[in-house]
C-alpha cells in the first residue's frame, strides 16, 4: 500500500495594525468613492452681467460662455477610472461630457497625479467646446485639493477665460456629489449620481 501524502499546514499570520494599508483623502476620493459612472445635470449662468461686460475675454470665449448659458441645463456624464500602483500615491482620470438634446456641449479628459502629501492633485486636462472635435480644444494644467476623508474637494483652474474654483461635496452615502464652481461672474452648478461602480 502506498503511502499517504499529507501536504504540510499552512500558516496564516495575523496582520497587524501596522501593516494595514490606510488611505489618504485623496485616494479615498478617487480610488474608492470617484471610480466608476457618474450622470447628473449641468447648469451654467452669467451672476454679473456688468463683470461678464468689463472682462476681458476675447471673442471666442465671451461667445463660448455666452452659448453655455443659453444651452444650459443640460445633462453632465463622467467616467472615472484609476491606476493606485502609479506614481507615488497614485494616478486617476475623468472623461465628462456635457451634453443637451445628446449634442456634446463640452468634452473633458483629465489625469489626476496625487501628491504624497495626500491632499494635492496635479491636473492635466484636454477640453473641447462645443459639437466639432477637431474645433476649440484646448490643453491645461492645474492644482486640485481634497479635503475632509476623502469626502470633498476643490480644483483651481482657468476656463474659456477667467480663473475658476471648482468645489465638489460628497454625500453621506457615497453616491452622490454636488458641485459648485464660480469666476468672477458667473457660477454653475452639478448634481451628479453613480450608476455604477
Known sequence: MAPIAIAPALTVLPVSASQQVVLSDSQIYYFEIGQGTWRGSFDFRITDRKGFKEAALGLKN???????????PGRIDSTLWSRPED???GVAGNTVRISK???????LRETYTLAEDGKNVAVDANERFGPIP???RNHKQHPAEIYEGGMSSA???????PDWVARYTVRQDRRHIDGHLTCAFAEAREIIDKQQT
Open 62 to 72: 465671451r461667445l463660448l460662455l455666452r452659448g453655455m448659458s443659453w444651452m444650459t
Open 87 to 89: 506614481g507615488v500615491a
Open 155 to 161: 480644483y483651481f483652474m482657468p476656463l474659456a477665460g
Open 134 to 136: 477637431f474645433l476649440l
Open 101 to 107: 438634446f445628446g449634442m456634446t456641449l463640452y468634452l
